[in-house]
């Protein structure tokens, strides 16, 4: 029976998109970054990427993290200035404490800038976070 399903809510692990100096190309870049917050590892961690508007769509762009540690965080891919014009979709998946988790982050179009930065969890930087 549905009602019989447990889906277990996702707490404590958020996506950040933090504006970080680049030294090979000396240049600001937009980086995504998957943050474990909580007090247990998360493992298997897969995240898929894709940008999104009413007439354009990016390629789907599959991210095998694999484990992060707790307190700890992991890039997941840079972000090209000109998708943050679009929405930004990050679906989250992973295992921990014998569960299956999974959540859909969604950053919408001009909302990564920063005008939005605050500051993160774990990180110690400021930057855009999704919770």
């Known amino acids: 029976m549905k009602k019989d399903i447990e889906i277990p809510v996702v707490e404590n692990v958020y996506i950040a998109v933090v504006k ?11 980086n995504s970054y998957i943050i474990n917050d909580r007090d247990t590892p998360i ?4 995240v898929v990427t894709k940008g999104y508007d009413q007439d ?14 707790p307190k700890s965080f992991a890039k997941i891919e840079m972000i090209q ?7 930004n979709e990050f679906s989250v ?10 959540k859909k982050y969604i950053f919408r179009k001009h909302t990564i800038n ?9 990180m110690d930087q400021r930057g855009v976070l999704m919770k």
């Open 20 to 30: 970080e100096w680049n030294e090979e190309f000396l240049a600001q870049d937009w």
């Open 56 to 69: 354009r769509k990016t390629s789907l762009l599959r991210h095998g993290i694999g484990t992060i540690d």
């Open 43 to 46: 493992e298997m961690v897969l």
């Open 114 to 122: 920063e005008k939005a930065f605050q500051d993160l969890p774990v």
């Open 93 to 102: 998946t992973f295992f921990a404490d014998s569960k299956l988790y999974e």
């Open 81 to 87: 200035e000109e998708l943050l014009g679009m929405n």
